[in-house]
């Protein structure tokens, strides 16, 4: 019997107004109000209930994919699911415990709260991100995580040290992030000191490439036939184990390809009626292969599975992005600007989270104990702030941790991925910067102030582009204003 695997992850950025909390209308996205519902209706709500059709054309049932892949849900995608499409959230919810109750062990992975580059993130913030994803899992799916999504599959030693340590059992890598591949898909052992390790599941390259980019979903029993087991090797005793595993992004399936879920709905069906082949999850996998690890594993680091210069994409001007002939000098001078900022704005943090009480006055433990209420309402974020700080100034205190939940989330990947320092998806993590600096730091002007001369750095490669400054004054300041006289 051999193992199938799919992976999906999906995520959207945090397109919320972070002064309103809500998402406005992107027109790019029309006929619907934001990207985030189109993709739902494209992807995440089909993919709940893909259709099977027979040779007809007639659907003869619908499938929760949900049930047969592994995934992750990344929280600032989890949380908007929540509050508007809560269907699709709860065909999620019920998926992960079918699974378990056929696996043993349920789909659905944990991920950073935030998807930041945890390789370039500081100890400090990395420990943050994969705390507060793991409460925001435990709350979610009523349970502990078995494995950990790594935002782009960047990594190195210190982020598997990191998770080790947080308790958890397992990642997903590329096969070039490994010095070897091992065969037959069983997992590599990285040991994490104390005694201390985790395994590493190496998905197949070329496979999830042609999957995501090549034709192969256009036909769901080709997908079928390329998931399944090499029956020469299958019928070789001394095989060892075999699993296949694919890695992809989960909006391939209805939005980047269009009826996408309809060929993984047949690949499903065809599998599950052969008796050579299980489709089940990484956790329920490791169950059976622990201890017959290929071997340790050897990192390529730093690495990610979206450049091919390790993680120069979210740092340098390396020459991956959507389009490699423009400069990409911006992405430097732009980390550098939210680097200087976080500094400033956890200097302020500190001395205002100190006078809160709870936790011994430690302000990262605080830090870290928010992750359990971020995702949350405004009511249920006040109650746990009451908990722990002084009665005097709640609000306050509110504040100041929805700035944390701001400043970290303003190195969210999406702000170097792509070509242009102007870019929409830069504009979304300046919003977070703007209201961490309101948040926190208040009407620190000077601040501010240096902070916007920084990113003067940042300027365009493209024909006609402007700079990162230009964008945080005239697109982001104004929302700030119509936000505070929203309030």
């Known amino acids: ?20 909390d809500v998402v406005e209308a992107e027109p790019s996205a029309a006929p619907f109000h934001d990207w985030n519902a189109r993709i739902t209706h494209q992807c995440y709500e089909p993919f709940g209930a893909a259709r099977l059709l027979d040779a007809a054309g007639h659907v003869v049932r619908r499938i929760n994919l949900y049930e047969w892949v592994s995934f992750d849900v990344g929280t600032t995608l989890a949380r908007w699911l929540e509050l508007n499409a809560t269907d699709t959230y709860e065909a999620i919810l019920a998926a992960d415990r079918a699974s378990a109750a056929r696996l043993g062990h349920g789909n659905a992975i944990a991920a950073p709260y935030h998807h930041v580059i945890l390789p370039l993130a500081s100890p400090r913030d990395r420990a943050t991100e994969i705390r507060w994803g793991i409460d925001d899992f435990r709350r979610r799916f009523q349970r502990e995580p078995e494995g950990f999504w ?11 040290v990191a998770l080790a340590e947080a308790g958890i059992k397992f990642t997903i890598l590329a ?54 087991p090499d029956r020469a090797s299958v019928a070789n005793k001394g095989a060892g184990a075999s699993l296949r595993a694919i890695a992809l992004d989960g909006e391939t399936f209805g939005h980047h390809k269009q009826f996408a879920e309809m060929a993984l709905a047949r690949a499903v069906s065809e599998l599950t009626t052969r008796g050579d082949v299980c489709i089940e999850n990484f956790g329920s996998a490791l169950a059976r292969n622990a201890a017959t690890a290929a071997g340790e594993a050897i990192l390529v680091e730093e690495s990610s599975w979206s450049c091919s210069h ?25 980390r550098s600007a939210l680097n200087w900022l976080a500094r400033q704005l956890d200097d302020r943090y500190a001395e205002q989270a100190a006078l809160l009480g709870g936790v011994g006055g430690d302000p990262w433990k605080i830090r870290d104990g928010y992750g359990a209420v971020a995702a949350l309402s405004l009511d249920e974020r006040r109650a746990y702030v009451e908990s722990i700080a002084d ?52 009407d620190d002007s000077a601040l501010e102030r240096e902070f916007i001369e920084r990113l003067a750095f940042a300027k365009d490669g493209m024909p006609g582009g402007g700079d990162a400054a230009t964008v945080y004054r005239t697109r982001v300041m ?10």
Request: with cysteine; glycine share 12%.
């Open 391 to 442: 009665k005097a100034n709640i609000d306050g205190a509110v504040s100041l941790f929805d700035g944390v939940r701001a400043r970290l989330g303003m190195f969210g990947s999406c702000a170097w991925f792509f070509d242009r320092a102007t870019g929409h998806e830069t504009e979304l993590m300046l919003r977070l910067a703007a209201f961490a600096i309101g948040a926190i730091a208040g």
């Open 1 to 20: 019997m051999a193992d199938a695997i799919v992976h999906c992850h999906f995520y959207q950025p945090p397109r919320e107004d972070p002064w309103l």
């Open 150 to 160: 790594l935002p782009e599959t960047a990594v190195d030693e210190q982020t598997l």
């Open 478 to 487: 104004p929302l700030r204003e119509g936000g505070a006289h929203a309030r």
């Open 175 to 228: 096969p070039h992030q490994v010095e070897h591949v091992p065969p037959g898909g069983a997992p590599l052992k990285f040991s994490a000191g104390g005694g201390r390790t985790i395994a590493l599941f190496i998905y197949d390259g070329g496979l999830s490439h042609d999957v995501a980019f090549g034709r192969v979903l256009d036909d769901g029993t080709e997908l079928a036939r390329r998931l399944g």
């Open 310 to 334: 390790g993680v120069e994409r979210w740092r340098s001007n390396c020459s991956c992005g959507m389009d490699a002939k423009p400069s990409h000098e911006w992405r430097r001078p732009l």
